[in-house]
């Protein structure tokens, strides 16, 4: 598979009281192939949601490029720009907030559609049910107002809305967390059937480990604005280098009593330092058990130490 997206050296900072600077993204770079679901996972406050809106293009980026299909995003006339967000479209986290009280499932699925000037005149409301159909509601709902469904429901609307445009990317923004614990399976699995059928691309943004792991072709950790690790799904779980995977998926409830009992967890030591004064080295070095000095004065690149497995780390060689 070739690659869809490229991201080199994205920055995105936001400048707050007293004119100081919150690196929200700090220089990461990453490549997503065509047809994969690319997960993003890092503590509340790391920059993965900011990354999924620089790639809409709902932020601008302080510096770097992206390139989609090698396309240079930030450089794109207002047309072409206008046909770029029919190609990439979102998924937001809270389903409820994400939806407009006063229109129908109807209006809000069509707006999208209307923008592009997709299935006019009477072929946009077959069109309408055939989305409702395809993530699991119906027809008769499309009368219906937000406040008439449950959260499942509604996120199924706006998984429906998304696929209005017929997008070929969707930035998946924690889709799932707001759900409960019953219907966050369903949604995945409905996630993971939609992009096997439509052949869709997935940026998919979580804390949740467990469900990264199980959705997710390649994922990367992000803690504080930059990249830590990058690998595999299953190489990642199985066979963790930066300390910062270690301890996140050493929380990792495991649903055997006996095993969950005698497996020792990691507990980081110490507060996320600020955004706005983050440390000069390696960004994880106050709360790393196994620090040396040179973490506190280099800042660690990210390198391939394994064959398609990267990660930032001073005391991981390359082998």
Known sequence: MSDIIEIKNLKKYFTVSGGRQLK????????????????LVGESG?????????????YDPTGGQIFVDGVDIFKMSP???KAYTRKV????????????????????????????????????????????ELVGLSKEHAGRFPHEFSGGQRQRIGIARALACEPDIIVCDE??????VSIQAQIVNLLMKLQKELKLTFLFIAHDLSMVKYISDRVAVMYLG???EIASSAILYDEPLHPYTISLLSAIPIPDPDVERSRKRIVLKGEVPSPINSPSGCKFFPRCP?????????????????????????LVPKQ
């Not at 889709?175 to 409960?180: H, V």
């Not at 000095?293 to 780390?313: N, S």
């Open 89 to 132: 479209q979102m998924i937001f986290q809270d389903p409820y907030a994400s939806l407009n009280p006063r229109r129908t499932v109807q209006d809000s699925i069509a707006e999208g559609m209307e923008i592009h000037g997709l299935f006019p005149g009477a072929a946009r409301l077959p069109r309408i049910y055939e989305l409702l």
């Open 290 to 314: 196994r620090a040396i000095e040179k973490c506190r004065l280099d800042r660690p690149p990210l390198i391939e130490v394994k064959p398609d497995h990267y990660c930032a780390c001073h």
């Open 226 to 228: 930059s990249l830590a």
């Open 175 to 180: 889709p799932i967390s707001a759900l409960d």
């Open 46 to 58: 790391c920059g993965k949601t900011t990354a999924g809106r620089v790639l809409l293009r709902l």
């Open 24 to 39: 929200a993204i700090d220089d990461i770079s990453f490549s997503i192939k065509a047809g994969e679901t690319f997960g």
């Open 79 to 81: 047309t072409e720009k």
